[in-house]
């Protein structure tokens, strides 16, 4: 593959934009340049899709999203160099806010759309915390490290600390997503967690008012509606009080409606929602294994393409919860991403331009590594027959994985990259073993799909040429 001009991208895409003027911010997750824009009338979409190196162009919810693949921080480093483009500005243009909200959808869309938005920050502290207790599980069964030894403790804090402390990294991030105050946002994660560490001393009470003494320690929806709350209440104050009052008064009134406000009401509310689609998933699943995976599996790729794959996080962290393991999001996706990998390598195979060839290559080699995104935006939705290939395989596979009981231990890579998930606390490796197993079934479903539907597609067109 040709290596990519950074600098030269960044011109084009800027070019496309409207102008460095025009660009209010820029940021970046696994695979994706998201620009925010003052004026998006703008933007020249057919020339953003052009530029050499971009996979694909979405707008979602005001924000455009540069598919580039995992080189994408480089360029997102192109970006900071030009003066005037930061991180995390705002959009001031009354035409362009208007713009936004009618782009926004659907209530569901704008919803999944920041759930998702939400944790992809927080997949860099998920997969490093998720991994770690896996390397624990192989540090004690393979390497004769005792669980009482100081290294296990130490690797064993990183794990708990992870997802212990989860509601503050949640807080702030869901904070930066919407306009807010990050810190203000952990804060309250903070504050949630000290009182569930306090809950041993005894009730609480405002005013007379009981505060329910709920653990709020590894559980994301009650500070995502706390953080709803803040930033509302954080907007407000930021409109009616006086400049010179802002620093102290803003972030002091802030916290003293939303802490009372979510200890009391917010809080118990999302706790029990927790506790409900904790019943429901396990119902689902229980109901029938293969289907359920299945359906996971199959239609994954339309998840990723919308942007919605980071939304299912809160379900992933219900169901590690309530069974200790992930045998119906993760092991849906693990046949979905080896789906996707086997469908792109096929297109490589039939697909006669080099680059597109190239393309499909580096495509199946990042979904092996659980990065579907240029795949799905690259070749999938491109040539649209990958698309059918990857979706029966990542069926095929789903079916094998609920009827076998496959699952995934932690949360983190979906793909044989993060084979040490797929291995039991006990260091049994039967569940590994149908891990690798169904990934193989995944893959070799999506190629011999997609490599059937490419090669009579061909001899269609030869025989009409």
């Not at 000290?194 to 009650?222: A, H, M, R, W």
């Not at 309530?322 to 979905?336: F, K, N, Q, R, W």
């Amino acid at each position: 593959m040709a290596k990519k001009d950074y600098a030269a991208m960044r011109a084009a895409i800027i070019d496309a934009c409207g102008g460095a003027d025009n660009i209010a911010s820029v940021s970046h997750c696994m695979t994706r340049l998201r620009l925010t824009l003052k004026n998006t009338s703008k933007l020249d979409e057919d020339a953003g899709k052009k530029v050499p190196g971009v996979i694909s162009l979405i707008a979602q919810n005001g924000e455009y999203q540069f598919v580039i693949g995992q080189d994408v921080p480089s360029l997102y480093e192109e970006f900071l160099k030009v003066e005037g483009i930061t991180a995390g500005g705002s959009v001031d243009d009354p035409d362009a806010a208007k713009a936004d909200s009618a782009s926004h959808g659907s209530a569901v869309n704008a919803i999944l759309s920041f759930l998702g938005g939400t944790f992809s920050p927080v997949i860099p502290v998920i997969v490093a915390g998720g991994l770690t207790g896996a390397v624990l599980t192989l540090l004690v069964n393979f390497f004769g490290v005792s669980s009482d030894s100081g290294t296990y403790r130490l690797f064993s804090y990183i794990n708990q600390t992870t997802f212990y402390f989860l509601p503050v990294f949640i807080g702030f991030s869901a904070a930066q997503r919407l306009k807010s105050n990050g810190f203000l946002g952990a804060f309250l994660g903070a504050v949630l967690l000290f009182f569930t560490i306090n809950i041993e001393n005894g009730g609480v009470d405002l005013f007379g008012i009981p505060v329910s003494q709920v653990s709020y320690n590894s559980t994301v929806f009650p500070v995502i509606l706390g953080v709803l709350l803040m930033s509302v209440v954080y907007r407000w104050l930021q409109k009616v009080l006086p400049q010179v009052l802002r620093t102290i008064f803003v972030p002091l009134i802030t916290m003293l409606v939303t802490v009372p406000l979510t200890l009391i009401v917010l809080g118990p509310i999302g706790y029990t929602v927790g506790e409900v689609l904790a019943d429901v998933l396990i119902n689902v699943y229980y109901a029938c294994p293969p289907v359920a995976v299945a359906f996971v599996g199959c239609f994954t790729p339309f998840l990723v393409f919308f942007g919605m794959n980071n939304a299912l996080y809160p379900l992933q962290f219900i169901l590690m919860a309530e069974v200790g393991s992930d045998p119906l999001i993760c092991a849906g996706m693990t046949a979905a991403n080896l789906a996707v990998a086997g469908s792109c390598i096929a297109a490589a195979l039939v697909e006669k331009k080099l680059d597109e060839k190239s393309i499909a290559i580096g495509a199946g080699v990042s979904a092996m590594c659980s990065i579907t995104e240029p795949g799905v935006y690259g070749v999938l939705f491109t040539k649209r027959f990958p698309l059918v290939g990857a979706m029966v395989g990542g069926g095929i596979g789903g079916v094998v994985a609920g009827l076998t009981g496959m699952t995934q231990y932690v949360i983190t890579a979906c793909s044989f990259i993060a084979f040490p998930a797929y291995i039991g606390a006990d260091g049994s490796l039967a569940n590994l073993w149908l891990a690798l197993a169904v990934m193989a079934i995944a893959f070799v479903g999506g190629l011999v799909v997609t490599f059937v539907m490419g090669k009579r597609i061909e001899a269609q067109g030869t025989a009409r040429a």
